[in-house]
């Protein structure tokens, strides 16, 4: 079986195919092409994969191309985990978003828009080249703002195109883990919303739902990541869980203000240390699996520091510095290409899933995956407060794809000002104007 990557030269890249090594099941992936164009950044993840695989029996051969049409080409899964702009435009988001006084994220607020309205249109581009190199391939989106990308995607891919996030994941297992569930796989996760703009609602094991033993524990809720940052008050207030990243519209001035407190934002910090781990890696005696596992270690270990920092929650526990992604995927694609039926948390068309949105919505939900991809299961509705915001973030979601495919610059000023974390049109305006003049990519805007 075939497996194409875009974004090939990516450094999350190992992540996939050491998962990959630990298949050993008939119909697993035996051949890896990656696709990338930076050919310095190819050669780089090339040399931690065959570290990766050295000793390792019949492990999926490997090639690189920056050529897309033959990656794709006999592709049965393509991943898509690119990034336009590259790390300096991620740090480009956050700076022009907090010289404005709001929020840069890269899936959040402006820089989040800023990021689709560059990413949107190459995406596009993709799923039409694989809808006509690839017309039986499986698409697992991982580029961000992934919601956003998977229903642009999903309009010439239809269900073929499979967005994934490991944040519901290791959000699932933290509660788990908290609850003493042995297997949190035993566990049913009834969480739903938004790529990170989710809830969790209830974790279900043998029928019972064990969320409310955590909310009613103040030392349970103060002893896990969400629980230190957004407080055990808040979250018995809410009756839920929410993702992670929902600390950015809960606390937004708090993580704001330490977002133009820290010395350098989370893009330039993974900019400048990506850069010294691709230029190590141009020796030909560097270890570059050595240097790839230190320099993954720092990332995880730094992940939304500047939100601890503000909600005093201290460093992150050790044994969530594991990633997920990459478990997921695999996941996904053996339930997909051997019919091994399970349930995954995954970025689909809604269908009939959330009756406040329509259809052809992407929303974040349990599916039930087999071969015949990822089907979403019914949910209770969204409580008031979560629906109004779901329904805000994804009429902004619209706006940018509408702003994308016409090259409107002001249904872009539209997806700016209507974004609940930014508060007025005067700074919509100047967030286009400035994302413009450092992003070519948006030069399409008109």
Known sequence: MKLTILGGGGFRVPLVYGALLTDRAEGRVTRVVLHDLDAGRLSAVTRVLAEQAAGVPDAPEVTATTDL????????????????????????????ALAEGVLGQETVGAGGIAYGLRTV??????????????????????????????????????DRVIGICDSPVGLGRRIARVLGVRDPGEAFVDYVGLNHLGWVRGLRVAGRDELPRLLADPGLLGSFEEGKLFGADWLRSLGAVPNEYLHYYYFNRETVRAYQEAEQTRGAFLHDQQARFYAAVRDPGAPALSLWNDTRAER????????????????????DLSGGYEKVALALMRAIARD???TLILNVRNRHTLDVLDTDAVIEVPCLVDAGGAHPVTVDPLPGHATGLVCAVKAVEREVLAAAGSGSRATAVKAFALHPLVDSVTVARRLVDGYCQVHPGLAYLR
């Open 69 to 96: 049409d033959e990656a794709l080409r006999g592709a049965d899964f393509v991943f898509s985990a690119i990034r336009v702009g590259g790390l300096q435009g991620r740090a480009h988001d956050e700076r022009v």
């Open 121 to 158: 249109p190459v995406a596009v581009e993709i799923a039409r080249r694989v809808a006509r190199l690839a017309p039986g391939a499986w698409v697992i989106n991982f580029t961000n703002p992934a919601g956003l990308v998977t229903e642009a995607m999903s309009r010439h891919l239809g």
């Open 300 to 319: 995880e270990a730094t992940y939304m520091a500047e939100n601890r920092e503000s909600a005093g929650a201290g460093e992150r526990d050790e044994d």
């Open 340 to 342: 091994e039926r399970t």
